[in-house]
DNA sequence: AAAAAAC
């Protein structure tokens, strides 16, 4: 039986005579104080945390058992209450946020959509889908599959969404008018509490669709829990990224989701001082967006502890459990003090979700919802595929050609289907993958060399090169990045008209993925590869993935397709034409199992699972 | 074999 995060607090009611008890001090160094410890109890506090720490494990501030809403009245110092007191009056939204005077975080809190109006200034001349980001005729038809056990409906509009005042006026202010695909099915889930897997291409707001519920469910636990305890911070939400890049966008976005609501985002990463990141951490996190190597960093110095954290979420969550991230993510998930699942709430997306890596995932879910949603304007028609055979040496010059081709359209990038050709971009960009590090910088002094200003993305550059890379790419200053896979999952780049595959991954989910920075948001892109002999593996798939999208497939890659042994199912995407399937469902009916009729233990896995949320070493998933 | 991710 799922525990919910209520009867945690609950159940551990009996801390609260614990911690009475304590002698309390205030905080000896400038630290993060919580809303609900600001200026009254903190007997209120509770969590599934059992008290290791024993002894004055709070160092809040002044103890006694003043009743909450006797607490909002009290000092101004109230840091972040205005925002979860609104929350916790629930979805009647604002009505017990008229208080409070003093200082508020509300007013030292950098507003987050500043440089906006500028921007907006500037998007008006791209185009008027910029608004809202979206294109939303694009999400006609959508493909949809959901599968689970009582599965809530979707929402059609962010109104049907219980989020509070707070949280529409940043929809608002975000400009999203109404909910993405992804968002009206996924928001329902998370905010039932429920585990979910969820499989959307990034750009369709995936980011929103897991960070306004765990804002929300934060919000709604005002007292919940402790924040730190001396050096150690407590946070209550955890977003784990591959890249580091990857994780500042996130943590950029969930700062505007949480403006104002008293809901504190921290990024911490690698490459860059951790100390600065260790004093945004000590002033206080309810959210911590990371990778993973800093993170683990952060355990070990005992900085952060996980043992507070009620929601997870993994971005490219097929990315994080893959050979080289899994030991990592195993060890931050599993022997950690992280909360078991079933006790904290897991959410895993994805754009694509091999079946071996859902049969990895399920070890850290707790009978959870699956749900794929395709690809903006169904499949691939926002994005035009071309692959074109060039030998290894010639990929240079054919390179230059296509470069050439585009400038002298007059606007570089410039889209080559009859119907797209509407399409006016004044600012175009170019993404050029390669294999190599050594690789992507010798093509981009290669392209700098022949009259195009270029840049380039990679492992070995220092975090300040990537960063200063990114920033002259997206301003259009240099046009054309040259990239390693370090930029090819969920960097969101305004502009990339044209993804270049110079040179071809290996694994067709990495093409999916790198196509995807093109295209996004409902608009238009394209995307060209460089095909030769050396790509055999991936002709079978490529041309699978074409021909789902409708695509032109030309007759030497189909012969290619033909020709290549059929290598079991590492190279084929699971479950057809968008993202993946629920691996429950395809290996069920090889098992004669039907795992999706319910049944009158209330456990739909026909008894195979233990989804009591305890990890017990030894017990192996069913499906080993 | 390569890439990413901590110092």
Same mark, same amino acid.
């Given at each position: 039986m799922r525990t919910s995060w209520a009867d945690s607090v609950s159940n551990s009611a009996a801390e609260i005579a614990i911690s009475d008890k304590n002698s309390l001090r205030r905080p000896t160094r400038s630290t993060y104080v919580p809303p609900h410890l600001r200026s009254g109890s903190i007997s209120d506090l509770s969590g599934p945390v059992s008290g290791t720490n024993g002894g004055s494990r709070w160092t809040g501030s002044d103890g006694g058992g003043t009743k909450p809403e006797l607490r909002r009245q009290g000092q101004g110092n109230s840091y972040a209450t205005a925002g979860r007191d609104a929350? %916790?009056?629930?979805?009647?939204?604002?009505?017990?946020?008229?208080?409070?005077?003093?200082?508020?975080?509300?007013?030292?809190?950098?507003?987050?959509?500043?440089?906006?109006?500028?921007?907006?200034?500037?998007?008006?001349?791209?185009?008027?889908?910029?608004?809202?980001?979206?294109?939303? +005729?694009?999400?006609?038809?959508?493909?949809?599959?959901?599968?689970g056990e009582n599965v809530p409906p979707p929402v059609n509009t962010f109104a049907e969404i219980d989020l509070g005042e707070i949280l529409n006026q940043n929809i608002r202010r975000c400009k999203y008018v109404k909910p993405t695909p992804i968002q009206r099915h996924a928001i329902p889930i998370a905010l039932a509490g429920k585990d979910l897997m969820a499989c959307a291409q990034t750009g369709s707001g995936k980011t929103a669709a897991f960070c306004f519920p765990i804002i929300s469910g934060i919000m709604r636990e005002p007292y919940a829990q402790r924040s730190h305890v001396g050096r150690t911070v407590y946070p209550l939400g955890l977003i784990l990224s591959?890249?580091?890049?990857?994780?500042?966008?996130?943590?950029?976005e969930a700062k505007k989701f949480s403006y104002q609501t008293g809901v504190k985002v921290v990024v911490a990463y690698g490459g860059a001082p951790i100390n600065q990141q260790l004093r945004e951490l000590e002033r206080g996190v309810d959210i911590l967006v990371a990778t993973p190597g800093r993170l683990v960093d952060l355990l070990e110095r005992a900085r952060v502890s996980l043992q507070a954290v009620r929601y997870l979420a993994l971005d490219e969550a097929d990315r994080m459990l893959d050979m080289g991230f899994e030991p990592q993510?195993?060890?931050?998930?599993?022997?950690?003090?992280?909360?078991?699942?079933?006790?904290?709430?897991?959410?895993?997306f994805s754009a694509t979700f091999p079946r071996e890596i859902q049969r990895l995932a399920s070890d850290f879910l707790s009978n959870h919802i699956f749900l794929a949603v395709g690809r903006v304007g169904s499949s691939t028609d926002l994005i035009v595929q071309r692959v074109e055979y060039v030998l290894e040496s010639d990929k240079r010059s054919h390179l230059m050609d296509l470069l050439h081709a585009q400038r002298e359209n007059g606007n570089h990038g410039k889209v080559i289907r009859d119907y797209l050709v509407s399409l006016t971009l004044q600012l175009a960009l170019t993404l050029v993958f390669v294999e190599t590090k050594k690789g992507a910088d010798s093509l981009e002094h290669w392209l700098c060399m022949n009259g195009f200003p270029s840049t380039t993305i990679h492992g070995d550059?220092?975090?300040?090169?990537?960063?200063? %890379?990114?920033?002259?790419?997206?301003?259009?200053?240099?046009?054309?990045?040259?990239?390693?896979?370090?930029?090819?999952?969920?960097?969101?780049?305004?502009?990339?008209?044209?993804?270049?595959?110079?040179?071809?991954?290996?694994?067709?989910?990495?093409?999916?993925?790198?196509?995807?920075?093109?295209?996004?948001?409902?608009?238009?892109?394209? %995307?060209?590869?460089?095909?030769?002999?050396?790509?055999?593996?991936?002709?079978?798939?490529?041309?699978?993935?074409?021909?789902?999208?409708?695509?032109?497939?030309p007759a030497w890659l189909?012969?290619?397709?033909?020709?290549?042994?059929?290598?079991?199912?590492?190279?084929?995407?699971?479950?057809?034409?968008?993202?993946?399937?629920?691996?429950?469902?395809?290996?069920?009916?090889?098992?004669?199992?039907?795992?999706?009729?319910?049944?009158?233990?209330?456990?739909?896995?026909?008894?195979?699972?233990?989804?009591?949320?305890?990890?017990?070493?030894?017990?192996?998933?069913?499906? +080993?």
């Open positions: 929350a %916790a009056g629930g979805g009647g939204g604002g009505g017990r946020n008229n208080r409070s005077g003093g200082w508020d975080r509300r007013e030292r809190e950098v507003n987050p959509f500043g440089n906006d109006d500028k921007i907006d200034d500037i998007k008006q001349n791209f185009s008027e889908q910029e608004n809202s980001g979206i294109n939303f +005729d694009a999400y006609e038809d959508i493909p949809v599959e959901v599968s591959p890249t580091r890049e990857l994780s500042c966008q996130i943590h950029d993510i195993r060890k931050i998930v599993e022997q950690m003090n992280m909360p078991n699942r079933g006790v904290r709430q897991t959410m895993l550059r220092t975090q300040q090169e990537r960063e200063l %890379a990114l920033r002259s790419f997206k301003s259009g200053k240099t046009p054309i990045l040259v990239a390693t896979d370090v930029a090819a999952r969920g960097l969101d780049i305004p502009h990339v008209a044209h993804v270049v595959n110079f040179d071809l991954p290996n694994d067709i989910d990495d093409y999916v993925h790198r196509i995807g920075r093109t295209g996004r948001a409902g608009k238009t892109g394209l %995307a060209t590869a460089f095909f030769n002999e050396s790509n055999l593996s991936l002709a079978r798939p490529l041309a699978e993935l074409m021909q789902e999208a409708s695509q032109e497939v189909t012969h290619y397709a033909s020709r290549a042994r059929y290598g079991g199912n590492k190279n084929r995407r699971s479950g057809g034409r968008f993202g993946g399937s629920d691996f429950r469902r395809e290996e069920s009916i090889g098992k004669n199992l039907d795992y999706y009729s319910g049944g009158n233990s209330g456990n739909a896995y026909g008894g195979l699972v233990d989804i009591s949320g305890g990890y017990a070493p030894g017990v192996t998933s069913a499906w +080993d």
